[in-house]
């Protein structure tokens, strides 16, 4: 499977058509089309529906489209890390995290790495730690500030000494609002807003201990800010961690600790044995000054 044969699938995706596409490419349309019957032949699978005005991609086209645009996106980076010279760093680092109090780290590194070396540039990917560990695993992200429990038997990491405080999102005029702390008796028969990575909800699940049967999970989220929106109309109470304070509406908002508490260690990652460019080799190193601990 030719790359250039990839870039032609996704423009036929994109475009919608054929003719489309073709002009698109500046190819001609017969060409097109046998570059497009190749491919499936190739791949064993029907990836276009041919309605009479517009193409659509089968749930396996779909599939290879995401590929196809992760490869492709992965080739122009490895070209553009190819191009840095070592004497000169520049280049793209890209950075995935979740909505962690950790984060808050990031603008310092930043601006003090940018003030060293002013020509690289930064991709901030927002996601679970599940997410962002598999982009990293793909190539796609350089460095993850990733919360535990999470498996890092692939990756070398920076354990950070700030630590991730789970909390209660509810309404004001709740009447749990006016404990100072939530306990899991306290949300028993209450509906709950949990986070969508499984590994963490089974954290929580031992900490609602003999409540947990009876408990009413009506969502999950995988973003805080979004079970937010669901405490303040009114759905649920959202088991979370602090990270996000800063983008709730803390007029409609409160929020109490857990009784007992529940804390989670996030850390610093990047890919073991996975040459680095020399932006994010340098950007590695801040990461160990700032930490002011070993990688473990």
């Not at 396996?60 to 010279?85: F, H, K, N, P, Y």
């Not at 790495?113 to 190539?139: I, N, S, W």
């Not at 000494?161 to 909390?167: A, L, S, T």
């Not at 405490?231 to 961690?241: N, P």
Request: aromatic fraction near 8%.
């Amino acid at each position: 499977m030719e790359l250039r044969v990839l870039h032609y699938f996704l423009t036929v995706a994109r475009e919608g058509g054929i003719n489309r596409a073709a002009e698109a490419l500046h190819i001609t349309q017969p060409t097109l089309s046998r570059q497009m019957a190749a491919l499936e032949e190739e791949v064993g699978v029907k990836l276009f529906d041919r309605g009479a005005r517009r193409i659509t991609l089968t749930s396996e086209g779909m599939l290879l489209r995401r590929r196809a645009e992760e490869i492709l996106s992965l080739v122009d980076r490895t070209q553009r890390e190819l191009m840095e010279q070592e004497e000169l760093i520049e280049g793209r680092i890209v950075i995935g995290c979740g909505e962690l109090a950790a984060v808050r780290l990031l603008p310092e590194m930043v601006a003090a790495f940018h003030e060293a070396y002013p020509l690289v540039t930064y991709d901030l990917f927002t996601a679970t730690a599940d997410t962002v560990k598999e982009q990293m695993e793909r190539g796609l992200v350089d460095i993850g500030i990733l919360m535990e429990p999470i498996d890092m038997e692939k990756f070398d990491f920076i354990r950070l000494k700030q630590q991730e405080r789970w909390v209660v999102l509810l309404r004001p005029d709740d009447p749990l609002a006016q404990k100072s702390a939530i306990c899991a008796a306290d949300l028993t028969g209450k509906p709950l807003i949990l986070p969508a990575r499984a590994n963490v909800r089974n954290e929580l699940f031992n900490w609602l201990g003999d409540t947990f049967s009876e408990a009413q999970v009506l969502f999950t989220s995988n973003l805080a800010t979004n079970a937010a929106l669901m405490v303040q109309a009114g759905l649920g109470y959202a088991i979370v961690t602090e990270g996000a304070l800063p983008f709730w509406d803390s007029e409609n908002i409160e929020r109490r600790p857990l009784s007992p508490a529940v804390t989670s260690d996030s850390v610093f990652a990047w890919k073991r044995s996975q040459p680095l460019t020399p932006a994010v080799e340098r950007f590695v190193r801040q990461i160990k000054c700032f930490s002011g601990i070993a990688a473990q």
